[in-house]
Every structure is written in C-alpha cells, then in structure tokens.
C-alpha cells in the first residue's frame, strides 16, 4: 500500500546532532554534560527531562545504590547461563537478567509507589500529623488486607522480608538522607506509618523492605510511577554486569546446570493422568 | 540421575546478606555505600572489584554520559515498538533495546578497546615519544587495511562517523578530562597517534569517534574487554529508559509502525524465482 | 552459607538422555518421534503432556498458521531492527521480536481465551440451544461491557479489527475445521453466540478476529489458559524467522531507521513545562 | 531534521492483508494454508520463500524434533528463573530461554552446516565414490585440527557429546530419513566420511551428534547457513514452552534459586589482589 501521504514527524527532546555538536535535553552534551553531571543525574533528567537538584540526585543514587545487587538472585543466575550458552552476546545475558524484572522479585518498588500514590490520592488532603497519618495507614492496610470485607485480601507492597526479619538495613538509610536533603515526603510518611501500624491489623509485625522504601522515595521524588520498575532495571544492571564480569573470572553456571542435571528426576508422564493439564 | 554427589559451592565476591546487614563488595551496604558512593563509581566496583578514585569514576562516568542516548537509533525504536506492543512489562522493551547492543551500532566501543590493547600487547614497550607513537600507528592503520598484503583490509574501529565528519565533540571531551585527572595512558596515546598519522596510509582525514575514544578510555581506566560493550549498555539502558518515558509522554511508536505499513510493498515470492534462497 | 543440606531433586516429564538412547515425553526420542511426529504435534504434546489426536493436531497447525505473520507488525519491525544493530546474534533478534508478546498486539488470544472460560465457569451448565448460547452471550457482552452498571466498560476480547472491517476470513476457517474435526466445544460455541448477539449491546456489529477464535479454539483444545499466549509466540517465531531471513535477503530496517531519524523533530525540553513528567 | 524527502517503500514478500483478505507467502492464508499446510512446512517457507515437498518437511521436521529439548540445558533452567521472576510476562521467559542460543550450546548446528559448506566450497568437483569423500574429509578434519601446521586448532564441529559417547541416536535417524526421502546430499555425505576418518587425524573415535548432522540435513535441505541457529531456536521454542508449562503445573525454579542461594560462599574481593581484574 505505498501511498504519497504525508510522513508525520517525529518528536523528542533527548538527543539530536549535527556537524560538530550534540544537543541531549537541550544542552550541549559535550561542554556541558560530560565531565560536569553525575552518571545517576543524567538518568534522572532523562526520565523526567528535569535536571535534578544535588539532593535529589544524592537520593535517587543511594536508591539504586541499595537496589543495584542482591547476590544470587534468580535474575542473576539466568544472566550467568545465558552467558555460559552464548559467551560471545554480552548483551543477551544482560537482557536475560533484566527480563526477570517482573511482578515477582523486582516489581516491590513500583507497586509500592503505586500503592501508596493511589491512597494518597484517593485520601485527599493530607494529614497534619502523626496520628493522622496513622489513622490513613490503618485504613490503607486493611483495605488492602480485606479487612471489614472490602479489600482483595491482598499483601501490603513493601511489609515483610524473607531474609531481614528483623529490619531491612536500608530502609532506615533511605529515609535518613531522605531526611537530610529536605526530600522526605507523603510517601515516605505514609510507608513509615504503614511501618508503625500494620500489627494493629495484621497481628504480627513486619519489617518495611528496602524495595518497599524505594518506591516511597522515588514517588516523594517525583519520577513517574510507570517509570519505578525502570528504575530498578536500570540499577540492576549494574549488579549483572557485576555477575558477568565474576562470570569471566570465576565461572560457576556451568556447575549451577550440571548440578540441577544431576539432580534431575525423570517422570514418565502418564497419559491422562493428575499431571497432565 | 539423582545421586548423593555434594554440592558445590558458589563463590561470590559481590552481595551477601544476613539478619540486618547486606554487605556488598565487602563493604556494608547500608552504612559504608548508599549515601556516600555514586552510581557510576559503584558500577565500576561491581565490575572490576577495585575502587575506583574520584578521578577514574569522573572519566567513568563521562565516557558513560557521551554513550547515554544518540536520539531515534535502532536500539531506541526497537524498544519504543516493544513497548508499544508490551506496555505492561516494561523490562521485556529495555531488554529489546539492549539486544541491539551487537557489532555494528554499539560495539565501536569494544572493537577499538581490543584494537588497541592488541597492538600495544604485540608492540611491546611503549614509545617514548610522538614519533615513536606515529610510527607504531602508521604500522597498526597499515596492517587493519591490508597495505603491503598483509592486513585483512578492515576498517580501522573507532575512525570515521557518518554525521560527525568535522569532528566528534566527545572526543576532545574524554581526552582533555583524561589528562585532567592524570588517567592518560597508552590505549589513549596510540588512539590519538591513529587521528594524526592515518591520512598518510587512508589518503583521507577521518574524524576520531566518540565511541571508539571510550573505548580507549575504558582499557586506560583498566577495565576488562570483555566488558567494554557491557559499559555501553549500562549507559545506553539510562537513555532507552528515557526513550520509553519519551514514549509514555508523547507517543510514537504508533505512528511510526504505521508509516512502516502504510509504506509496504507487497512483492509476491517467484517459486524458484532469483529472490528466493 | 555453605551447608550440607540435602539438595532437592528436580523432576520432570520432558526429556532425558543416557548413553545411546534420549527420552522425550516418554518415547523414544529417535525412534517414536523423529520421523513420525510433526513438529506442531510435538507442541501440543510439551504443553500439555497428552499426545493429541489426529484431529487435535490440524486444529492446533491451523491456528498456528493463522497467527505466524501479519506483514509488517511492531514485533517484525522490532526483530528486523535488532539484527541491523546486532547481525552476529540472531537470538537477540528473535527475542526482541518475541518481546513485543504483550497485552496489546498479541495478547487478544490469551485474553479471549480466558474471558470465554470465565463466562462458562461461572455460568454452570452449558446452554442446550442456540437460544441458551445467545442469552448466554448477551449476558457476558453486556457486563463486560459495562451496561446496567456492572461492568468495567471493558472492550469485549476478540471483537473488532482494524484492517478486516467486513469479516476477518480466518475465523469462518477455524470454525469450520474445528467442526470437521469433531472439535467444536463451549469456547466456540460462546464466541459465535457473541458475535451474532453484540449489536443488540453494542449498537453496531464487529468482525470476530482471526486472534480471538484462536483463543476460542485452543481453549476448545484444553490447552492451558496460561500458555495460550506462549502459543501465539510459537507461531509468531516462525514468522519472525521469515521476517530475519527476507532482511538478510533484501535488508530495509536501515532505510527504515532512517526514514524514523529524518523525520525527527527536535522539541527543547521546558524546565518545569507542561511536557515534563 | 523534518524534511520533504519521499519515504522509501518496504517491499516485503510475507503477510499483507487488506478488507477480507490475507496474503501470506502469496498465497490465500485463510484459503490455501490454513488447514492444509503443517506449521513446519510453513516455517520452512517462510524462511526460505519457496514450498517444501512433501519429503523436504518431513526431513525438516525430523531435525526440528531431534533439536526440541534436551531436559535440563541452561537455556531451559534461565527460563523457569525468569519465569519465576516474572510471572505476568510469559514472553519474557522465552526470550530468556532463546537468548541462550548463542555459540556454546546451541550454535553446533550452524557451525556445522558452515564449515562443511565451506570445505565442499572449496573443494570444487564432488567427489565420485566414498574414496574420494574420505580424501576429502581427511583433509578437512586435518586442515581444521592444525595438522600441518596449517589449521587453526580448533575442535571439528559436530563430533563429541558429553553424554552419548557411543553414538548419538539422533543421527543415524537423520541420515536414514534423507536417504529415504531422496535427500541426502553433499553436506551428509561428507559430514559421514568425517565419522569414518577422523580417528586417522584424532587418534580417537567420537560421535557425530545430533545438532551436527541437524547442520548437514538443513544445508542439504538448502536452507541459508545464516539461518541454522534461527532453525534451532524454532526447535528449541517448542522445548522451552514445554518447560514453561511444566514450570506452571510443578514449579522447581524456586528451588533451583534456593539451592544455589544456600551454597553461596562469600569470598570479600581483595583490593588489588588477585582475584581482582
């Protein structure tokens, strides 16, 4: 179907360039960029296409700071295989692992921002203090919770950590320099109050994870909720590339497959049996 | 195959958790990094397991700036059209992003990096002067183009750009803050000995190109080879991320695939026909 | 955390190999299958461990084949793209394409798959006549739709298409195989009482899509709800290869990338503007 | 950069559609293919733009078989952890699955085809008796082994298994069925007389695999060499679906994860040390 309309143009306000110069967000990348702006400012100004103050940019890099590695994570584990298949595409073994950044294991920070940004909203003005933020945690939890025969039943994003029972060392970070750089929030207050009131509800208490307290502070922070799952990806990255790199000098995926081949149980499938669909 | 066989262990110098603490590189997380380090600088950790001074994480972190995001590339529309299709899983339009990350629009970077690091390694002692770097890349350019029958006639990498033929602003960038922050070496050196001398064996003058300078900035700041492409993907997942934020924004991708299809041409395959493999 | 914990076995019902013989579902990998067994048929038997029948395979191959290509898709723009970046990877190419599997462009089977089982499992006994389905039917368009307030104003799946305004010629073709075959079930039966009952709800009538008979069909075919999208992927793969392969012959992303930058239009960004997130 | 300069078309001899009709390889889809075609014949027509015999789908379909599953492969596992990982995002879990297609595990099949394409390339005149086969194959094993002084060292592609040391099954039933079919051609006789000769160069007697002679069965069959892997990840779509599903109905990939999580050993990087790059 070749046809003469028109070509629509294509907008954007990241990169462009022309003969001895390239424009990214409206500077000059070369003069005013590189060599003056922090790796982690530039990808706060490119998500948002504002230039982040130092306190913002001090507070979205120790966020992905705390989410950029956690050790033998299923992500990094399908990135160290994907290298040992296909050593020679760096960038699929990359891919493999941020392809692991789904609703599971790295999905806590944005459905906490997101949690907590729809109560805010839904809530109204905001609480003038302490106890008022108490009493919107309470009803926030058990909305969630399904409490009073209202909620989904559904686990509050951000409360509870299968290794740190007993307190997530980063969020009391967070939250301090959150603190310390004026950026502390109605997100971070909200999550702290879910901190202090959830056992009122659920009856047990439950530690506010680091994922969790990231989320809060990226929303405080401004960056678009559909942007947080992103931003965890993007610090991430920097723990696979780690991995991969430990890869290459000490390799253990081959090892990692012959030991599940070697404890692989055959089961014959049984036609129409329970395990069939 | 089930067997008593032990296990091995797996080995792991990046992150490791317990109770309330999470220590990575052998540092504590919470207390010793997130707050204090920059994202760049704990990139470069994670993949060299070597602190970088504040002088190797500023040229780190300009080398990563100068590859952050070069407006509508391939990798950029790819990740654009992905998102299009998959808005809910935003880490599978990343990785499509990153999957462009081969040899042709990304691996500039790599290929000089190796380039250079194998001259250097086949030189033996390095030069002691301009001359002696001339007369070292004189050899080097003749070689890669197969003068005197002996090279395989490549493209020297790192040479040539196809919009910046003046010149790339990046490249006296990353040389003048390599020499600012005594991180100047011999990766660098014979680069800009193959900007002086390749005239003499191409009989045309072709601009030095920001890729190809990371790449020697990267083997000067002594991080692997192997990796150098993993270095541009990390920069380059920031700019996608600002590309798909583009895209939530002020979409594209729509219109873009429309003038993709409003623009085909059916050819129907001729059985046995020239076209046909 | 070195232990001498027992490892746990990993079962499975797929394949296993020992000295000169290798098992697949139980057959004799060389022997049963290769040689007598088509690859779709193949497909169906990993998914869903149960062999199908004859009839079960040409339904399952004519729905495949009705979901392989569609010209020039987001996901073939997307692959073709990917392998101009990276051409010595042609795994990154395929996954990027197979990437763009989501909710929007390739979703439509998996999501009408599950609308129709939820309609029936909640409607109990299966209707007795074409009066039974139609009542049925109006039923489900209706609250999916949103009428007597109850609904989510949700579109109903697998009606409507963009190109195929008068009929989507895919769907008579499955239908009528699926009645051939002797596979003609509830799913089938549902979406045609949807397609001859709609206008009465929506005011105006609409194509059943080649993409929702598929769902229809294959949950017909008591494939999984969960993997009817990784079907479509399947087939989609094959497409994508076709996609690759006319690249490699008689390349265009580099035109098309081209056309894409040419057109861009450089927009400032405006520090606090109205376009900022 | 808007400019006015006519947009190219994409000519494209796939899928076009338009009102009632898809166009699919220039053929009627919903009429000539759908319900007469196998999805391998059209896989193989799709990549190759010219209809299989019937004898060339069965051979096709006999390899794509034998390259479905091999149970436990790193690209399966990095599938089930991505699928762990995220859930919501069943694309993402294949793509991880097909990103390990790269040159160590799946990459057998298209170094094969290549390199004997090459040897039979340069070899001029086929030779006329299984005599002039073995000179042949002496010479190519020898040339590829360094013998001489004139090979590069390199292992021959397509001989060794680490587990089917006397014989893999797959390849004996790959060349029974060429023959069968009247397919068998230049690439499997030669892929054969290396079978015979090489331990006249080796000193020793391996196996011809199955993904080797998969490589010599689609060379014959005139596939592009540039396809192969592309032909084996199709295969291997089928498997790693298999293993999805498998994944749904008795997960192991949390297990996986745990195991290798609970045989961590932390090793602090010494700086500058030797572990260090």
Redesign the interface.
């Known amino acids: ?3 003469d ?1 028109p ?20 500077q ?4 005013d ?3 003056n ?4 400012e ?2 706060y100004w ?6 982040p103050t130092p306190q913002q940019t ?1 507070l979205f ?2 966020v ?3 989410l ?8 990094a ?2 990135a160290r ?2 290298y ?13 692992g ?10 806590v920070t944005e459905d906490t921002g997101r949690f907590l940004a729809g109560v805010l909203q839904a809530a109204g003005p905001l609480p003038a203090d302490d106890e008022g933020w108490d009493a919107l945690a309470v009803r926030a939890v058990a909305d969630c919770m399904g409490v009073d025969g209202t909620g989904a039943g559904r686990f509050v994003p951000g409360l509870g950590h299968p ?8 969020t ?3 939250i ?2 959150a603190r310390e750089e004026g950026l502390y929030g109605p997100h971070l207050a909200l999550f702290e109050a879910i901190g202090r009131v959830h056992p009122q509800v659920l009856g047990k208490r439950l530690p506010l994870n680091g994922a969790g307290v990231s989320g809060a502070a990226l929303a405080d922070l ?3 909720l ?2 947080l ?3 965890v ?3 991430r ?3 696979l ?6 890869e ?3 390799p ?2 081959n ?3 012959m ?11 049984i ?2 049996g329970p ?3």
């Open positions: 179907m070749s046809t309309q070509v629509p143009s294509f907008p954007t306000s990241l990169g462009t360039s022309e003969g001895t110069t390239i424009t990214l967000l409206g000059d990348l070369a003069r960029l590189m060599g702006v922090s790796f982690g530039l990808a490119l998500i948002t296409l504002q230039r001090r890099e120790t992905l700071l705390g950029a590695d956690h050790g033998f994570t299923p992500t584990i399908a295989l994907t040992l298949s296909a050593p020679d595409a760096i960038q699929g073994a990359l891919a493999a941020i392809l692991g950044g789904g609703s599971r294991f790295l999905g290794v740190h029972k007993e307190g997530d060392p980063r009391p970070r967070i301090g320099i401004g960056l678009p559909e942007l799952r992103g931003v990806l993007l610090a990255c920097a723990g590339l780690g991995h991969i790199a430990e290459i000098r000490r253990i995926a090892s990692i497959y030991t599940v081949d070697r404890h692989a149980e055959y089961i014959p499938p036609p129409n395990d069939a669909t």
